[in-house]
């Protein structure tokens, strides 16, 4: 399984000293302008565009469920097995249940999944990866061979034995154990990053100028390498989705939540392709390759504005002299 | 301190005299080295191979003095730099800041006061300044460790007295500014203000404007003789352009491969260059106003890679007046004439050297 | 052999097109040496890569001609630059470290220019290989080296060797020595110019270091803010500049030989290219600046051989431009 190379973009001018530069007066710290640089970016960019809308489509739904769908997704009141219509948009699963209020709450779990695993992923690999980076020596060793260790071991054999052991779980467990198993790949990125940018004069400026040198990690490394920790937090929503999506399917999430996942499972338990009942395994497959789709459009996207280098061609809007 | 010798066996006892010159107002040297050496181990974990990046340099710095330390990349400049800034340990030798041994600096606290006093200004300008912060950040962050008595107010107060030193007006509103906002030789200015703010004795310079714009370097090095006249600091200027090097300093040092060639008073040096590698670098050096002069004899030597040498001059094989004795003695430094040192068995022995130009 | 005409390259950016190169002209004889010199943001290298047509979007050609050997280069194909690229017309780039392909060793990236231009024969390859690095002073057995690990100067001369493999008619540098030391520099420079006069080809050589050109160049050209500021013989140029810009820049040198005076430099910054154009672009930094020059945009005039941007001269000149 290979993961979207992301965020590995040069930081900042090289060298020569742009020709064009602010009208001076202006103050703008780089967050705000950033933001604005985002914003501007993101209109223009159409791949950021498209994976913004969906992502917020997606947001709303898991805030405001009830508003969309009336029904309550575990109330199995209804007549089983019919098909889409106006009363039931698409239709009812084999137990009586709605499936489109089903599909509509399960939003919520699968995001607070993607949301909560990317960032605890994210965050302990920013930890371990720049410290490593940083620290170099002994700290490097153990952390690259904790690291190196996590990585070898097959991902999702792993996941199985874990989640396996854990009884099946709740949304917690699932968290845990994707966190577990995936901060190891982007750690590895962010050491790359945070090596690469190691001998930069700033630090070694903070360094001379007397710093600690956990101050210097968090403070003056980290805070340089946002764009890579954006992008790698992306990936590892992405991949969250995917592996609680696929742990709920073979049964190993829980089986009572309202999850895309957990529709999955009661789908192949019922054989919905094969007795007339598509919907049930298509539509939350669907839904996790649209959310999936989201965050990986939002990642190139990301790349394309960090660095001008990848954005796709334009026709040059300059009138050519003939 | 046990002397250790590495490789020079020349049979002279005792340290000769060289770089322990008084500073021009008299008073004693802000800072020594003796015998300064640093190899570095290059190879891979099993080799034994040892890159000689600096051998035995001993100089000294005054007060209120420019130190321009000269020599093209390879001659070991920069290592001095971090050896003295203590980002290095030498691996044999001394040096000595105000009388006390660098050696016997470990605590933080007295780390600290060292590097308050002797910091570093950085070649690169778009690299040595943090771009997600503010360019007060780094002043505001040095006086905090280094002048803890200071309040937020006074630390302020401070970084807007410093930018208003090296020129950054009106300071209030260029501390605000963030580094791309900046030109290149206005963070330089940010640079030198972040040393200035610890109150330094001696600021090490390293290369500070070779990335910069022509026409902007000459107001970095009229900045470096005002801190000298205003604020009485020393600075060692580390340059490979010998023109600015004698448009600021004092006194120049030439280093090659690793050893001092020649120093002495700046003017002295360059009216009458007494090393050959120092009349080799006078007479590359381009004058748009000097006549034309270009002749096919050029020096098409590079700066060697020292990796265990074996003893004897290191320039002798570029050296158009290279003896025997060259080959297997490393010349030592020693006055020639007063405050005018030369590393030359040639040039010792009281020949006129004329190598070059 | 080239004549550049009114040439003028703009880049699109957010803010709208911004015109890197204006209105540039010069002319070319076989065998000239003509130095460009300027700071950051002059425009040079943008020149440079105009010339040469390796601009690439968001960076065009907006307007004027480049005419080399009685041929238009504006518009050619690829495939018919090919034929030109590196037979009549080389370039050699600024950093060697970044040009030269570091996974492979010199003779395999001699051999890959010399087959893209058509030879084939290995004997021949070979051969040429030999001869231009000798040519450089370079022993040929380095044709097995890697660029790491060759010396700085080694680099740039291997460059030098590869912009000369089919003997063009004109190479062009891009600052091939900023990257060297000063004994390094001038002995690269002693070579090209020794090249120059075995083997006749034009070179154009650009450099923000003038005292570099001054020794070696025929003409010289001074660029400010994409335009040319002055232009003429080099000796001229030197002896007598007349822009301030030039005796600015002139003076921002510190000598080694003479009396040592204090110097002031330029103050300021160069100017943001993107903002409107108020007359001419060097005034708010110009020593001898009068209230005609924020309002009227000087023409290139000519004075006594050198032409000059700049209103001082605009009574005194030949003709105007």
Known sequence: MSMPISGVSTLGPPGQEPATSPAAGQSVPPATHALARMARAVRSNR????????????????????????????????????????????????????????????????????????????????????????L????????????????????????IVIAGYAHGGSTLVLILVITLTSWSYTARQLRSQALSLRNRDFLEAARVRGERRLYIIVVEVIPTMISLIVASFLTNALYAVLFASSLQYIGLGDPNSESWGTMLYWAQNNAALQTGQPLWALAPGACIAALGAAFALLNYAFDEIGNPALRPVRRARVKRAR | MTDQATGTPDGSGGTPRREDVPSPNGSPPLLTTTRLTRHFHIGGGLSRRTLHAVDDV?????????????????????????????????????????????????????TLRYTGLVPMVFQDPFSSINPVFRVSHGILRGLKLHRPELSKDQRLQEAARVFETVGLTPAAEVLKRFPHELSGGQRQRVGFAQALALRPKLILADEPVSMLDVSIRIGLLNLMAGLRDAEGVSILYITHDIASARYVADRLIVMYAGHIAESGPVEDVLASPKHPYTQLLLSAVPDPRAPLDVTAETDRGEPPRVVDPAPGCRFRWRCPLAIDTCHQVTPELRDLLPGHHVACHVAQAGADVRAFG | MLAVHDLSVAYATDRGAVAAVDRVSFDLHPGEFLGIVGESGCGKSTLLFAIAQLLAPPADITSGSVVFKGESMVGLTDKQLTAVRWRDLSVVMQSAMNALNPVKSIGAQFKDAMRAHGVRSADEIGERSAEVLSMVSIDPVHLKSYPHQLSG???????????????????IMDEPTSALDVVAQRSLMVQIKELQQQLGFAIIFVTHDMSLVSHFSHRLMVMYAGQVAEWGATRQVFDTPRHPYSIGLMEAFPSIRGARVPLTGIPGRPPDLSGPQEGCWFAPRCPKVMPACTQTEPDLYQVDGVAVRCLLHADRSDHSD
């Open chain 1, 136 to 159: 170099g020596g002994l700290w490097d060793g153990s952390l690259s061979v904790l690291t190196d260790v996590l990585l070898v071991i097959p991902l999702f054999p792993l996941l």
């Open chain 3, 153 to 171: 100067g080694m680099r740039q001369r291997s460059m030098i060797a590869m912009a000369l493999l089919f003997t063009p008619d004109l190479v």
């Open chain 2, 58 to 110: 001993s100089l000294a710095i005054g007060e209120r003095e420019i130190v321009a330390l000269a020599g093209e990349s390879g001659s070991g400049k920069s290592t001095i730099a971090r050896l003295l800034a203590k980002v290095y340990k030498p691996t044999s030798g001394e040096i000595y800041f105000q009388g006390t041994p660098l050696s016997s600096i470990r605590s933080r606290r007295e």
């Open chain 1, 47 to 134: 791949k950021a565009t498209a994976g913004t809308v969906l992502l917020v489509v997606f947001i709303l739904v898991s805030l405001f469920p009830g508003v969309i769908a009336h029904d309550s997704p575990s109330a199995d009141a209804y007549t089983p097995r019919l098909g889409p219509s106006t009363a039931h948009l698409l239709g009812t699963t084999a137990y009586g249940q709605d499936m489109f209020a089903q599909l509509v709450w399960g939003t919520r779990n699968v995001l607070i999944i993607a949301f909560v695993a990317g960032l605890a992923t994210t965050g302990i690999a920013v930890l371990v990866g720049v410290a490593a980076a940083y």
